[in-house]
């Protein structure tokens, strides 16, 4: 006597296939939409439309649009990840690796606008509106991403301390995750490209401000945290 069971097993592989294909299309539509557009102009339909689907599909596959925007984010992680990884290889010597790392973060976020945009549309929200509206699953996998980049940083900031070239005053990863953070802010001044100063009390001047200026002090500033003295205040 036979059951139906592995056929039943079966389809419901394939369906789950299915599913995982589809959620895969999304992002992929989505990336390639904030890569041309931006973020910010990039509408639920427009990404049901790239994709040949109508909006109500998209909410079958992801709790609402901060999940979306996370699990994209997550790709560009990936490749972020890879950029650093490599610039950490590129010499034995403590300060020229962390030079290297935090300027390929640096480089990466000229390079892709979308990325920053995405990374601090989910850091505005509290962490746990976040978790209210992303699925345990998305939030592991952007956490994972994030802790990707940040294990490489963590490494070159201990390894520097080992060798006696760093000093700091606190964790290294929490160091780390300190430097991802102002290094989105600094990547939002670069492109937004104006300085703004006080030629005199009460008058603001604002002028030009290139990209390459600020990777120049993103890069020195990280150097001049790991060489001064550690203070605890």
């Known amino acids: 006597m036979t059951t139906g069971a592995p056929q039943v097993d079966g389809r419901r592989r394939a369906a789950a296939a299915r599913r995982r294909a ?8 989505t990336r390639e939409l904030f890569d041309s557009r931006g973020v910010r102009d990039v509408q639920i339909e427009e990404i049901a439309t790239a994709v040949g689907i109508n ?12 999940e979306l925007f996370a699990l994209t984010l997550v790709g560009y992680l990936d490749e972020l990840h890879d950029a650093m990884l490599e ?7 403590a300060p020229t690796r ?33 978790l209210d509206e992303v699925s345990e699953g998305a939030m592991f996998r952007l956490g ?7 294990t490489i940083l963590s490494q070159v900031l201990s390894d520097g301390i080992g060798s ?32 703004v100063t006080e030629t005199a009390p009460g008058i603001p001047t604002v002028s030009e401000l290139s990209a390459d200026q600020v990777r120049v002090y993103v890069v020195s500033s990280a150097l001049a945290l790991v060489a001064q003295p550690a203070r605890v205040p």
Request: hydrophobic share 50%.
């Open 22 to 29: 589809r959620k895969e299309q999304i992002i992929a539509a």
């Open 55 to 66: 909006r109500a599909i998209v909410y079958r596959h992801f709790t609402g649009k901060e």
């Open 164 to 195: 006696g070239d760093f000093t700091l005053a606190g964790d290294p990863a929490i160091v780390a995750n300190t430097m991802y953070a102002s290094g989105l802010g600094a990547l939002q001044l670069a492109r937004l490209g104006i300085l």
């Open 144 to 150: 994972r991403g994030i802790t990707s980049c940040m």
């Open 87 to 93: 610039a950490a290889g590129t010499s034995e010597d």
């Open 98 to 130: 962390l030079a290297a790392v935090v300027g390929a973060f640096f480089d990466y976020g000229v390079a892709h606008p979308a990325f920053v945009d995405c990374a601090l549309a989910l850091m505005v929200r509290p962490g746990d509106e976040l």
